[in-house]
């Protein structure tokens, strides 16, 4: 019995390994959440008597605002509202896809971006890329390509976003939370570095929802992956560059 305690203890890490794994990979796929916004193209009445602007988001599925059931409660909504005020109206273009990864963005909605000429671009990626297990150098190769590219091509305000904390303490377990959070932090650095480099401005998300979303589960929506609306009305209050 003493010599087989060893392969059972071995046994039961290598299932507990798995399952938390398959728990934080695979649970929020199962949910089959979809992004709110049925019109690529929403206009937003503004409070002033002339001029219009346009708003492109590009991303993934948090920029889709998948999570939340109504697209009055997603973070690029919000911020449209808030730039609709220097304008007559604001056409807001959702450009994001759920589950593009940085060279999706690039081969898709680049182009699309540049296309629409808007005023204001904001972009958040690489959330896609982590869950894929892509190398950091072609992370950075690829983000820096395409913020160089949107900087050139369009005459539109950039805000980069940083990746937000996900960790929902529902369905990320040790080790994986503190593996999530590092890679996080060098993805983050890398947005940080391009920003500083571009000469563009980055919100924090990170930094702003490290707290709420590790503690607070109805930060999530119910695949515990994606924000919930409580959790996008968070990431709107952090979104002060514009």
């Known amino acids: 019995m003493a010599r087989i305690l060893p392969f059972i203890l071995i046994l039961l890490v290598i299932l507990y390994l798995n399952r938390t794994y398959a728990l934080l990979f695979d649970y929020p796929g199962e949910k089959g959440l ?19 602007a346009k ?17 009055h409660t997603t973070y690029p909504y919000f911020l449209a509202e808030k730039l609709a005020k220097n304008y007559h109206q604001l056409n807001l273009v959702i450009l994001a896809v759920p589950g593009a990864t940085t060279a999706d ?7 699309r971006a540049i296309t629409e000429n808007p005023d204001y671009i904001t972009l958040l990626t690489g959330i896609n890329d982590l869950r ?10 690829k983000y820096y390509q395409l913020v160089r590219s ?10 980069l976003l940083n990746l937000p904390y996900l960790g929902s303490s529902a369905i990320t377990y040790p080790p994986y939370n503190w593996i999530i959070d590092w890679r996080m932090h060098e993805y983050n650095d890398i947005i940080k570095a391009t920003a500083q480099a571009m000469q563009l401005p980055m ?30 009305i968070l990431w709107s209050s952090l979104l002060n560059a514009y």
């Open 34 to 52: 979809q992004s709110p916004f049925t019109e690529t193209s929403l206009i937003l009445p503004g409070d002033s008597s002339t001029g219009s």
């Open 55 to 71: 708003y492109a988001v590009l991303g993934a599925s948090l920029s889709a605002g998948v999570g939340s059931a109504d697209y």
């Open 105 to 111: 963005v690039i081969n898709n909605q680049l182009p």
């Open 132 to 141: 894929k297990h892509g190398t950091l150098d072609d992370f950075t190769t």
């Open 150 to 159: 949107l900087k050139a091509h369009t005459h539109a305000k950039i805000l």
């Open 203 to 232: 919100a924090d998300i990170y930094s702003g929802t490290r707290t709420a979303a590790g503690s607070d589960t109805s930060y999530y929506s119910v695949d515990q992956f994606h924000p919930s609306a409580k959790g996008y």
